[in-house]
């Protein structure tokens, strides 16, 4: 079965920085897609990033372009969010899911793992 934990949530202020990590194991990692989605309270759960299989296509939501980037270490089973510039918008609790497409993933529908969330606060 596979296992999502994902770390580096956390408080910080406007303008800042943190790093999302998301360890997977239970199968071969680099058979799945990735991707990075965030629910804030009162709100649907959407997709912030996306990657494939071997970390060479990748796919961003427009609110978060330019500021967020997503990656993927297949030697460490682990995929990564770099987010820079943060805005109390991006307050969330954000989740790492795995899709058994091998390709960049845009429904969560077609996500077939999720991990548990970690809690990301940007004040202002």
């Known amino acids: 079965q596979v296992q999502l934990v994902e770390s580096g949530g956390g408080l910080v202020q406007a303008g800042g920085s943190l790093k999302l990590s998301c360890v997977f194991s239970g199968r071969t990692f680099s058979n799945y897609g990735m991707g990075w989605f965030r629910q804030a309270p009162g709100k649907e759960r959407d997709l912030v990033a996306a990657?494939?299989?071997?970390?060479?296509?990748?796919y961003y939501a427009d609110s978060v372009k330019g500021r967020f980037t997503i990656s993927r270490d297949n030697a460490k089973n682990t995929v990564y969010m770099q987010m820079n510039s943060l805005k109390p918008e991006d307050t969330a609790i954000y989740y790492c899911?795995?899709?058994?497409?091998?390709?960049?993933?845009?429904?969560?529908?077609?996500?077939?793992?999720w991990g548990q969330g970690t809690q990301v606060t940007v004040s202002s």
């Open positions: 990657i494939n299989w071997s970390g060479g296509d990748t």
């Open positions: 899911a795995a899709t058994e497409y091998t390709i960049v993933t845009l429904m969560a529908g077609s996500y077939n793992y």
